[in-house]
């Protein structure tokens, strides 16, 4: 257990619904990752929050957006959602932004456009 | 740029076999990070093991090993007397100083009893 919760585990919505994925990172972390994992495209790098702020972007569609509250849990919101998003959302944290720190990653969440 | 060679795609063993993953990494940083995760059919990613590109030593963790050679750019991972429950995919993965993770393709491993 990496100490990253990820909810929900499942979720199956229909094409041009919204759905929004939940995570609350390691204890003490306050650094959070969302990437995401498809077959054509492997684990790709989505965005990074440090502490509340946005801190870096991946390949990040305009369709999605994350936040990171003051209790420092994150989420990332999918919008107009196309088939080709359906893919394993991991969420990940480490303790802080340095590129040296172990980053943990939760179970997924494993989205299924239809 | 950096980049992250995962060149095996599948490798199929029998219980017992060593078997060794290979990762071929690039980039024009001096300093960086590299790690090795697996990923189980159950999805999650587990972290196995991050090593810096100051430290070249070798480690070992049971029957794991990872060798890390900065001259070939590799750091590549070896499991002795493998077991089915190391069936799994492995990810290779960079970190510089962009603060995001790179990811290799994985390489998908399975033991047969």
């Known amino acids: 257990d990496s100490g990253v919760t990820q909810t929900p585990k499942h979720l199956i919505t229909a094409t041009g619904q919204r759905v929004t994925l939940r995570c609350s990172p390691r204890s003490g972390d306050l650094s959070v990752y969302w990437y995401q994992q498809s077959l054509d495209q492997g684990l790709q790098f989505l965005i990074q929050?440090?502490?509340?702020?946005?801190?870096a972007k991946g390949n990040i569609l305009e369709r999605f957006s994350a936040q990171q509250f003051p209790d420092l849990h994150s989420e990332l919101n999918l919008s107009s959602l196309e088939l080709g998003d359906s893919a394993l959302y991991f969420c990940?944290?480490?303790?802080?932004?340095?590129?040296?720190?172990?980053?943990?990653f939760g179970e997924g969440s494993w989205l299924t456009v239809v | 740029a950096q980049k992250v060679t995962q060149a095996q795609t599948e490798i199929s063993v029998v219980e017992k076999e060593d078997v060794t993953l290979d990762c071929v990494y690039e980039?024009?940083?001096?300093?960086?990070?590299l790690f090795w995760y697996k990923q189980p059919p159950s999805g999650e990613l587990v972290f196995l093991i991050r090593r810096n590109s100051f430290d070249e030593q070798n480690e070992i963790s049971g029957r794991y090993s990872w060798n890390f050679q900065k001259s070939t750019s590799s750091f590549n991972f070896t499991i002795t007397a493998s077991q089915v429950v190391d069936s799994a995919v492995y990810f290779c993965?960079?970190?510089?100083?962009?603060?995001?993770?790179?990811f290799g393709t994985g390489t998908r491993l399975l033991v047969s009893p």
């Open positions: 980039t024009r940083d001096t300093t960086y990070y």
């Open positions: 990940a944290s480490s303790e802080d932004s340095f590129s040296g720190n172990t980053i943990y």
């Open positions: 993965a960079l970190n510089t100083g962009f603060q995001k993770l790179v």
């Open positions: 929050y440090y502490n509340g702020e946005e801190r």
